[in-house]
């Protein structure tokens, strides 16, 4: 994609690398999207407890699970999956942005016109924190340049697709959104509206995943589809009318199916906390190699996960299969997560008003819940603040959140074919 600057034009790169500290800067100052995604997933919680100490009970006893070992977990049960989101969803949506802005200062963020939707995949979705964190970014980013009088014009609209094997999820996905639709509507005016909320899990198993298949074969639906009845009257032989238009017409047919039809790659790829052993990867390689080629020109595969000699392995492999698919590597870094006092807050705050709801109806749960025990400790730490003081100083008693390690691998210059190149050419000369 290429811009001006100054009269000048420049590369989304170049242009990138010039505005990340204005971008960061702005960002930073009016990001009320944050505070409205906690306030969701709290609501969410707690109205999916409500005053049942029943369901409380059963949160409460997958809360260590969800905790240390949520690679074992199927997430059949809804109660598993709130677990799962009261320490984990509002920690990786912050973890995500903090992800984008890297790849925006390193000048990688794949940007879409104003007219496109990004195409967005969050792979091992879970309760898609990376979907959501997206949308806000590029909401948040679209209408800032907008503003802008020089430089790019990003898209504010982002297209999010999940894929995830566990049957609950569905239903954490669908009542968050409606929790964020509810928390928009009562909140302040925003600079921008949001329209892009998705409501389900759009596919369910990695395995056999390949997003080019999917898209020819529903191409190729919709286009039957389209030329059926024309065929139809064309099987007596003759040459008529309506199979001469329906030849010419294929073109348009055929343009037409393939955009009704999903994509066939995508311009951001997020797998995070999902490849946690070597088994894992040797099972699921050959769909990580099909993601690795499901990026658009410019699109970039991100990679979030703890960091350590534990992952030094399948780090290697997933960098070989990345230079197998001539992606170029980005970002390869260890960060800590929400360093930043006022983050930390408001990641630790979630979590504790979802749990002094708990409390509330079991008092005392965390001396039976099975959670390590320095957890145990700030948990209870933090719920011996009064509800009446300031959150933030409930939010002091959790200590930092760990490390986390990215990866952003980037579909450049050098993956792109020849062939491929002329297609590009070719199309943008039609759409002139
Ligand atoms: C630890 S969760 C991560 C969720 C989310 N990405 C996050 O960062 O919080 C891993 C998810 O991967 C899903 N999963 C595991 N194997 C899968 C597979 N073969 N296909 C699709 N999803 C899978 C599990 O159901 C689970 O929801």
Redesign the pocket.
């Known amino acids: 994609m290429v811009s001006e600057l100054g009269g000048r034009p420049v590369t989304a790169r170049q242009w990138e690398l010039q505005a990340a500290d204005e971008w960061l800067a702005y960002r930073r100052d009016t990001n009320s999207d944050s505070a409205h995604f906690c306030e969701a997933v709290t609501r969410l919680i707690v109205r999916a407890v409500g005053e049942n100490v029943g369901a409380a009970k059963r949160v409460i006893a997958q809360l260590g699970l969800t905790l240390s070992r949520?690679?074992e977990?199927?997430?059949k049960e809804f109660d598993q999956t709130l677990a799962?989101a009261l320490w984990?969803?509002v920690d990786?949506y912050h973890r995500v942005t903090q992800a984008l802005d890297m790849l925006f200062e390193r000048g990688a963020l794949p940007i879409a016109k104003p007219a496109r939707r990004l195409q967005m995949l969050?792979?091992?979705?879970?309760?898609a924190?990376?979907g959501y964190a997206t949308v806000d970014y590029f909401a948040a980013l679209g209408a800032w340049t907008q503003r802008q009088t020089a430089g790019f014009h990003s898209s504010d609209s982002v297209e999010v697709h999940t894929?995830?094997?566990?049957p609950a999820?569905r239903q954490m996905i669908h009542r968050l959104s409606e929790e964020l639709l509810l928390v928009a509507r009562s909140g302040a005016e925003r600079p921008y509206v949001r329209r892009d909320r998705f409501f389900d899990v759009t596919y369910?198993?990695?395995?056999g995943f390949n997003p080019r298949e999917l898209h020819n074969q529903t191409r190729d639906r919709h286009l039957d589809r389209m030329l059926e009845s024309t065929w139809a009257e064309d099987g007596d032989g003759f040459v008529d009318f309506d199979a001469w238009f329906a030849v010419s017409d294929r073109q348009v047919a055929k343009a037409l199916a393939a955009k009704a039809a999903p994509p066939s790659a995508y311009d951001l790829i997020v797998v995070?906390?999902?490849i946690?052993n070597e088994e894992?990867l040797q099972m699921?390689k050959p769909d990580v190699e099909v993601l690795a080629r499901s990026l658009v020109p410019g699109g970039v595969l991100l990679i979030?996960s703890a960091p350590g000699a534990k992952y030094t392995q399948i780090w290697e492999h997933i960098r070989e299969l990345a230079r197998r698919a001539r992606l170029e590597q980005v970002v390869d870094e260890v960060v800590g997560a929400h360093r930043e006092p006022a983050t930390h807050a408001l990641v630790a705050s979630a979590t504790i008003n979802a749990l002094r709801h708990l409390e509330r109806l079991v008092p005392n749960a965390w001396t039976a819940a099975e959670l390590p025990d320095a957890v145990r400790a700030e948990v209870v730490s933090a719920l011996s603040v009064p509800a009446s003081a300031p959150i933030e100083e409930a939010a002091a008693r959790f200590g930092p959140y760990p490390h986390f390690q990215v990866h952003a691998f980037k579909r450049g210059h050098r993956a792109i074919s020849l062939k491929e190149r002329k297609r590009f050419s070719l199309r943008k000369a039609t759409q002139r």
Request: hydrophobic share 35%; glycine share 10%; charged share 25%.
């Open positions: 949520c690679d977990l199927d997430f799962y984990h969803e990786r969050e792979v091992g979705s879970g309760p924190p990376a894929l995830d094997r566990g999820w369910n198993d990695l395995r995070a906390n999902f946690t894992m699921l979030l």
